[in-house]
């Protein structure tokens, strides 16, 4: 793909710029000194542009040492590294185009592109190869096109009339000759004059066919004319469609056979990469998932098989078996971490990038191979390639960490004291030695630069427009307007009904630190984050062969002789101030990204049955049912941002984005009511499980909702009807009253006096037994109660609620309460409370009015809130809601990793503070640890457990985690619109029915010859499961099916996998 460079002495003015790094850095990165490093950039840019536009247009290419020009080679056809790339058509001038844009030079713009309708023609009897004709010339030429005629950028020309479109229509005419095969992979060469010629070689390179998708289709798009885009994704498709066993593609291809020649060797460098990169960058161009589902196919194997065990090499594999093929690795490899950016997998990019980037600091440029073994340079050569530059751009953008700026750094400083002659820059022909040769290749100002000139150009219009940009792997800005997509294909939307594809925040390194000078805090220490504190960074410092010694310090690096080897590669001079002596260093350990298990019922050893039927594996409407797992190969993929897991493969079938996988095996459901049988599968810390069956149900309510009251519209779901059931699993809290657990004695305020036989008085306790309570399975409403959701500004159910909200939707007062003014709650106003004596404190059914009565909040069911999690601690939503007269309170755990703020301090917010999934919660908030959003026991402070015990008794506060919540809400949102939208009472309530595991585990049991919770394999449209359990439609609301089952892996869930039951 790339080849060419060389070397000089640093400037006095480029001394004055940069001084030192470690200087540079210590004074951090501002916004003058990012301006500098971009004007530099752009100085040496235009010095290598200027040069070849004096000595070398219109000819492809610029020869830097002799200040001439240079094209094909005519006298030696064979000549593949001039001729390949070299096509008689200012190769240079072509490539360069856009680069104008990205320097924002309006005039420079003009004059390039009258320029290039004024002397490039393609009837030229030159043979280049399709590859890097296309992504050079075609694609500077469509991205020059897209921008003379756009007016939104200020680079639109006066008096242009398509002419650089017309060119690239005439150049794809040409390389359509290529693709006239049998399988539709194309010749590796055309003659743009003549066609292929005769005797051509039937061998080519996954990427030279693979990479064409993104020119070839935006040339389609804008002419209309389909045939590139046909030709270039038949081409894509033949090689997906060929790859292995293990989803691993080949790099050399026969053409004609569609057969993969020898060694069969795989991987992420030259011959393959850019076929990852335009699978990926598709999707972003168009929209269509085809394109994302071959990223995701073919990532997960990648990481499996060519990623090192320590996740910072990326090896070279055999397709078959995945075993290493080889241990060296090329700089193309280099563009990987920037399109794990661009994936959204940010942690394993910073891993791979810090392996290029030492050997960068080892070589000042990048060695064209490297032994990872032996940790030597194979072939020495740095035609200034620009993939590790990408990349390094590309990590800045996802982590704004200067370490990356101060990588650009010295880059830049190295491009000018080794590659800047008079006339241009030239290739290092090795880098130990600094020799030069004399080549200028275009991608050196086309791609190098321009990305250091972004990373520098904070301001720049293409790091502040967040449209559907690509650069191609030429360094090309291509986009679609909205007018040029495509209606996808009807199977796409439904095989991706629910798409999980989110990239992940970047969470940098926070570490105490007392080195000097590696920090933009300068001498304030404390904490700081960026890649260097990371504690692989030393090892990574190792793989690239960078010995240390303690008199490191003494001795000069081989980058400041002129030609000695110096036996120690010492610590670089912006490093001292991280190198301790002693080491500190963490060897790296990586989580599996793809698991492969063949499944048994009993757990025991069984045959691969490599092609089950329909009696295992049946399609439905949304996935795939399971009905019996013996034997069936099941690949699990983690999802990018390691927060849970997908089935990615049953046997011979793709589980897609968004799709489920239903198991329904009746081995495994007898195994599971056996184990749910056990206490000890439903309770956590001592704390049992309560199971809540949410149901619609006519209003209530004797009159329409209030006017002045906001409630959150949604639309309602197709799948919520009048006979939609939901089940979610809740967790109870260490104080107020227990929902399944028997009532226990209640005491009395007062104490008793008692006289004994000797004469002394003793002071005893009066107890009690209470009235079962509402909000429970042993309720006097069948464990029935309505659910109504939390006001707009009171969503987390921290302050008193309005009146309103109270007078229309809270149960009537019990006996011996009244209502309380608005007011801070607090431990202290708690006691102020009126505390209900037992005997009463449970209303009958009398209590509650009928619908006939004159009083507009009449309700049949008592009332519990739900409410979120946050803002304050458990115990003051549950002190709020006995203050409103609500039953209880359901509170959605929908959490995600953050720090308390002071606003959370509060009753409880001590004990069990932390609230961590699977655990107990003492406050509404907490930093959440990494299975945040599951279930929580709400739970207090020591302080406040007897204050609770004797004045909470009568209430109750369970937890439901986000997934669960998240349908709750929805169903809540859907009865709001429905009641509002109702006339005469027409609308709907939400009721819950709250029931012990113990008794849905001997319901079930008790249950046979009934066929529960199949997967309806009658298409009944788009229902987004959307990370839910899947809900059941029963013909009746007081129906109680039990609850489907959510596996876990490593403790992490498998997100779109459903144990029915």
């Given at each position: 793909m790339?080849?060419?460079v060389?070397a000089f002495?640093?400037?006095?003015?480029t001394?004055?710029?940069?001084?030192?790094v470690?200087?540079?850095?210590?004074?951090g990165?501002?916004t003058?000194r990012?301006l500098?490093a971009?004007?530099?950039?752009?100085?040496?840019?235009?010095?290598g542009?200027d040069?070849?536009?004096?000595?070398?247009f219109p000819?492809?290419?610029?020869?830097?040492?002799?200040?001439?020009?240079?094209g094909?080679?005519?006298f030696d056809?064979t000549?593949?590294?001039?001729?390949?790339?070299?096509a008689n058509c200012?190769?240079?001038?072509?490539?360069?185009?856009?680069?104008?844009l990205?320097?924002?030079?309006?005039t420079?713009?003009n004059?390039?592109?009258?320029?290039?309708?004024?002397?490039?023609?393609?009837?030229?009897?030159?043979?280049?190869?399709?590859?890097?004709?296309?992504?050079?010339?075609?694609?500077?030429?469509?991205?020059?096109h897209?921008?003379?005629?756009?007016?939104?950028?200020?680079?639109?020309?006066?008096?242009?009339d398509?002419?650089?479109?017309?060119?690239a229509?005439?150049?794809?005419?040409?390389l359509?000759q290529?693709?006239?095969?049998?399988t539709?992979?194309?010749?590796?060469?055309?003659?743009l004059?003549?066609?292929v010629?005769?005797?051509?070689?039937t061998?080519?390179?996954?990427?030279?066919?693979?990479?064409?998708?993104?020119?070839f289709?935006t040339?389609?798009?804008?002419?209309g004319?389909?045939?590139f885009?046909d030709a270039?994704v038949?081409?894509f498709?033949?090689?997906?469609?060929?790859r292995?066993?293990l989803?691993?593609i080949?790099n050399t291809?026969?053409?004609?056979?569609?057969?993969?020649?020898?060694?069969?060797n795989?991987g992420i460098g030259?011959?393959i990469?850019?076929?990852?990169?335009y699978?990926?960058?598709?999707?972003v161009?168009?929209?269509?998932n085809?394109?994302?589902?071959?990223?995701?196919d073919s990532?997960?194997?990648l990481?499996?098989?060519?990623?090192g065990?320590?996740?910072f090499?990326?090896r070279?594999v055999s397709?078959?078996?995945?075993?290493l093929?080889t241990?060296?690795?090329?700089?193309l490899g280099?563009?990987?971490?920037?399109?794990?950016?661009?994936?959204?997998?940010?942690?394993?990019a910073?891993?791979s990038?810090?392996a290029y980037w030492?050997?960068?600091?080892?070589?000042?440029g990048?060695?064209?191979?490297?032994?990872v073994m032996t940790?030597e340079?194979i072939s020495?050569?740095?035609?200034?390639?620009?993939e590790f530059?990408e990349?390094?751009?590309?990590?800045?953008r996802?982590t704004?960490?200067?370490f990356?700026?101060?990588?650009?750094?010295?880059?830049?400083?190295?491009?000018?004291?080794?590659?800047?002659?008079p006339?241009?820059?030239a290739?290092?022909s090795?880098?130990l030695?600094?020799?030069?040769?004399?080549?200028?290749?275009?991608?050196?100002?086309s791609?190098?630069?321009?990305?250091?000139?972004?990373?520098?150009?904070?301001?720049?219009?293409?790091n502040q427009?967040?449209?559907?940009?690509v650069f191609?792997?030429?360094?090309h800005?291509?986009?679609?307007?909205?007018?040029?997509?495509?209606q996808?294909p009807?199977?796409?939307?439904?095989?991706h009904?629910?798409?999980?594809?989110?990239?992940p925040?970047?969470?940098p390194?926070?570490v105490?630190s007392?080195?000097?000078?590696?920090?933009?805090?300068?001498?304030?220490?404390?904490?700081?984050?960026?890649?260097?504190?990371?504690?692989?960074?030393e090892?990574?410092r190792?793989l690239?062969?960078?010995?240390?010694?303690?008199?490191?310090?003494?001795?000069?690096?081989?980058?400041?002789?002129?030609?000695?080897k110096?036996p120690?590669?010492?610590?670089?001079?912006?490093d001292?101030a991280?190198?301790d002596?002693n080491?500190w260093?963490?060897v790296?350990r990586?989580e599996?990204?793809v698991?492969?298990?063949?499944?048994?019922?009993?757990?025991g050893?069984?045959?691969?049955?490599?092609?089950?039927?329909?009696?295992?594996?049946?399609?439905?409407?949304?996935?795939?049912?399971?009905?019996?797992?013996?034997?069936?190969?099941?690949?699990v993929?983690?999802?990018?941002?390691?927060?849970?897991?997908?089935?990615?493969?049953?046997?011979?079938?793709?589980?897609?984005?968004?799709?489920k996988?239903?198991?329904?095996?009746?081995?495994?459901?007898?195994?599971l009511?056996?184990?749910?049988?056990?206490?000890?599968?439903?309770r956590?810390?001592?704390?049992p499980?309560?199971?809540?069956?949410?149901?619609f149900?006519?209003?209530?309510?004797s009159?329409?909702?209030?006017?002045?009251f906001?409630?959150?519209?949604?639309?309602a779901n197709?799948?919520?009807?009048e006979?939609?059931?939901?089940?979610?699993l809740?967790?109870?809290?260490?104080?107020?009253?227990?929902?399944?657990?028997?009532?226990?004695p209640?005491?009395?305020?007062e104490?008793l006096?008692?006289?004994?036989?000797?004469?002394?008085?003793?002071?005893?306790t009066?107890?009690?037994m209470?009235d079962?309570?509402?909000?429970?399975?042993d309720?006097?409403?069948?464990?029935?109660?309505?659910?109504?959701?939390a006001?707009?500004?009171?969503?987390?159910?921290?302050?008193d609620y309005?009146?309103?909200?109270?007078?229309?939707?809270?149960?009537p007062?019990r006996?011996?309460?009244?209502?309380?003014?608005?007011?801070?709650?607090?431990s202290?106003?708690?006691?102020?409370?009126?505390?209900?004596?037992?005997?009463?404190?449970?209303?009958?059914s009398s209590?509650?009015?009928?619908?006939?009565s004159s009083?507009?909040?009449?309700h049949?069911?008592p009332?519990v809130?739900?409410?979120?999690?946050?803002?304050c601690?458990f115990?003051?939503?549950?002190?709020?809601?006995?203050?409103?007269?609500?039953a209880g309170?359901?509170?959605?755990?929908?959490?995600?990793?953050?720090?308390?703020?002071e606003?959370?301090?509060?009753?409880?917010?001590?004990?069990?503070?932390d609230?961590?999934?699977?655990?107990?919660?003492?406050?509404?908030?907490?930093?959440?640890?990494?299975?945040?959003?599951?279930?929580?026991?709400?739970?207090i402070?020591k302080?406040?457990e007897?204050?609770?015990?004797?004045?909470?008794w009568?209430?109750?506060?369970?937890a439901?985690?986000?997934?669960?919540?998240?349908?709750?809400d929805?169903?809540?949102?859907?009865?709001?619109?429905?009641?509002?939208?109702?006339?005469d009472?027409?609308?709907?309530?939400?009721?819950?029915e709250?029931?012990?595991?113990?008794d849905?585990?001997?319901?079930?049991?008790?249950?046979?010859?009934?066929?529960k919770?199949?997967?309806?394999?009658?298409?009944?449209?788009?229902?987004?499961?959307?990370?839910?359990?899947?809900?059941?439609e029963?013909?009746?609301?007081?129906?109680?099916?039990?609850?489907?089952?959510?596996?876990?892996?490593?403790?992490?869930a498998?997100?779109?996998?459903?144990?029915?039951?």
């Amino acid at each position: 793909m790339r080849w060419s460079v060389s070397a000089f002495c640093l400037s006095l003015f480029t001394l004055s710029v940069f001084g030192s790094v470690h200087e540079s850095r210590s004074r951090g990165w501002t916004t003058e000194r990012k301006l500098e490093a971009r004007e530099l950039t752009r100085s040496l840019w235009n010095h290598g542009f200027d040069s070849y536009m004096h000595h070398a247009f219109p000819l492809d290419e610029l020869k830097p040492l002799t200040c001439t020009g240079q094209g094909p080679d005519w006298f030696d056809p064979t000549a593949i590294h001039f001729n390949d790339v070299l096509a008689n058509c200012s190769v240079t001038l072509i490539d360069n185009l856009d680069s104008f844009l990205i320097l924002n030079n309006r005039t420079g713009f003009n004059n390039a592109v009258w320029n290039t309708i004024s002397h490039v023609s393609f009837d030229v009897d030159t043979k280049p190869q399709v590859f890097e004709t296309t992504i050079r010339v075609l694609g500077g030429l469509l991205s020059a096109h897209i921008f003379s005629v756009e007016p939104n950028y200020g680079f639109a020309i006066p008096g242009y009339d398509n002419q650089l479109l017309s060119l690239a229509y005439d150049l794809g005419e040409r390389l359509l000759q290529a693709f006239d095969t049998p399988t539709g992979i194309p010749y590796a060469r055309v003659n743009l004059r003549r066609g292929v010629p005769a005797g051509e070689t039937t061998e080519t390179c996954s990427a030279g066919a693979g990479s064409l998708l993104l020119e070839f289709t935006t040339l389609s798009r804008l002419t209309g004319d389909p045939r590139f885009e046909d030709a270039a994704v038949r081409s894509f498709f033949a090689i997906w469609n060929r790859r292995s066993q293990l989803d691993l593609i080949g790099n050399t291809i026969d053409l004609i056979s569609g057969r993969w020649l020898n060694p069969g060797n795989s991987g992420i460098g030259a011959g393959i990469d850019s076929f990852y990169e335009y699978a990926l960058k598709m999707y972003v161009l168009t929209g269509e998932n085809r394109y994302l589902d071959v990223w995701n196919d073919s990532y997960g194997p990648l990481m499996k098989h060519s990623r090192g065990a320590d996740g910072f090499w990326y090896r070279t594999v055999s397709m078959e078996t995945g075993e290493l093929a080889t241990t060296w690795i090329d700089s193309l490899g280099a563009f990987w971490p920037g399109l794990q950016v661009l994936a959204g997998d940010v942690e394993s990019a910073i891993k791979s990038h810090m392996a290029y980037w030492n050997l960068w600091k080892r070589f000042s440029g990048m060695p064209e191979t490297f032994n990872v073994m032996t940790r030597e340079g194979i072939s020495l050569g740095y035609p200034l390639r620009p993939e590790f530059i990408e990349s390094t751009y590309f990590l800045y953008r996802a982590t704004r960490d200067s370490f990356y700026l101060d990588v650009g750094a010295r880059i830049l400083e190295d491009f000018i004291r080794r590659t800047k002659v008079p006339c241009g820059l030239a290739t290092v022909s090795n880098v130990l030695t600094g020799a030069h040769e004399d080549r200028m290749e275009s991608f050196a100002l086309s791609e190098s630069l321009k990305y250091l000139y972004l990373l520098f150009d904070e301001d720049n219009m293409f790091n502040q427009d967040f449209r559907n940009f690509v650069f191609t792997t030429e360094g090309h800005v291509l986009f679609l307007d909205n007018m040029y997509f495509r209606q996808p294909p009807p199977i796409q939307p439904a095989l991706h009904r629910s798409s999980h594809s989110i990239c992940p925040a970047y969470s940098p390194p926070l570490v105490t630190s007392s080195r000097q000078g590696g920090s933009d805090l300068g001498d304030l220490g404390g904490l700081i984050g960026s890649v260097r504190e990371r504690p692989d960074f030393e090892y990574a410092r190792l793989l690239a062969g960078i010995v240390v010694s303690p008199d490191a310090y003494d001795k000069l690096s081989w980058s400041k002789t002129s030609g000695d080897k110096n036996p120690f590669a010492v610590i670089a001079e912006e490093d001292k101030a991280w190198w301790d002596e002693n080491g500190w260093c963490e060897v790296p350990r990586v989580e599996e990204y793809v698991h492969e298990w063949i499944l048994s019922s009993d757990g025991g050893l069984v045959p691969e049955d490599r092609f089950p039927g329909p009696d295992k594996i049946r399609k439905v409407v949304d996935g795939y049912e399971v009905l019996n797992i013996t034997g069936i190969r099941t690949q699990v993929t983690a999802r990018i941002d390691r927060t849970a897991y997908d089935i990615t493969r049953l046997g011979q079938y793709r589980v897609y984005t968004g799709q489920k996988v239903y198991i329904s095996d009746p081995i495994i459901l007898r195994t599971l009511r056996r184990s749910e049988a056990l206490p000890k599968s439903f309770r956590r810390f001592g704390l049992p499980d309560v199971i809540l069956y949410f149901s619609f149900a006519p209003s209530l309510t004797s009159s329409p909702w209030p006017s002045n009251f906001q409630a959150p519209l949604r639309s309602a779901n197709a799948g919520f009807n009048e006979s939609f059931v939901f089940d979610a699993l809740a967790a109870t809290a260490s104080f107020g009253g227990n929902p399944v657990l028997p009532p226990q004695p209640f005491p009395l305020s007062e104490p008793l006096e008692s006289e004994s036989a000797s004469g002394e008085t003793s002071q005893q306790t009066r107890t009690t037994m209470p009235d079962p309570l509402i909000f429970s399975a042993d309720s006097p409403f069948n464990g029935a109660v309505r659910v109504v959701r939390a006001p707009v500004d009171n969503p987390y159910g921290c302050h008193d609620y309005p009146r309103d909200f109270i007078r229309w939707y809270s149960p009537p007062v019990r006996s011996g309460g009244q209502a309380q003014e608005k007011g801070s709650v607090t431990s202290s106003t708690l006691s102020s409370l009126p505390t209900p004596t037992p005997s009463s404190s449970c209303p009958s059914s009398s209590t509650f009015p009928s619908p006939s009565s004159s009083e507009p909040s009449a309700h049949l069911l008592p009332v519990v809130v739900f409410i979120r999690r946050g803002e304050c601690a458990f115990l003051q939503k549950l002190i709020l809601a006995k203050k409103a007269h609500f039953a209880g309170v359901i509170v959605w755990n929908d959490s995600r990793k953050r720090e308390p703020s002071e606003s959370e301090a509060g009753p409880g917010s001590s004990g069990g503070s932390d609230g961590r999934a699977r655990g107990t919660g003492g406050s509404g908030g907490g930093k959440l640890d990494a299975d945040d959003g599951e279930l929580i026991n709400p739970s207090i402070d020591k302080s406040d457990e007897e204050l609770a015990r004797r004045e909470l008794w009568d209430v109750s506060i369970v937890a439901v985690g986000r997934d669960d919540g998240s349908v709750i809400d929805e169903m809540l949102g859907v009865a709001e619109e429905r009641s509002v939208n109702a006339n005469d009472g027409g609308g709907w309530d939400v009721i819950v029915e709250v029931k012990r595991v113990e008794d849905v585990i001997k319901q079930d049991e008790n249950t046979t010859g009934k066929k529960k919770n199949k997967v309806n394999d009658v298409d009944d449209g788009d229902d987004d499961d959307g990370g839910k359990k899947k809900a059941h439609e029963s013909g009746s609301a007081n129906s109680t099916p039990p609850p489907p089952v959510q596996l876990y892996i490593n403790g992490l869930a498998l997100r779109n996998t459903i144990v029915l039951r």
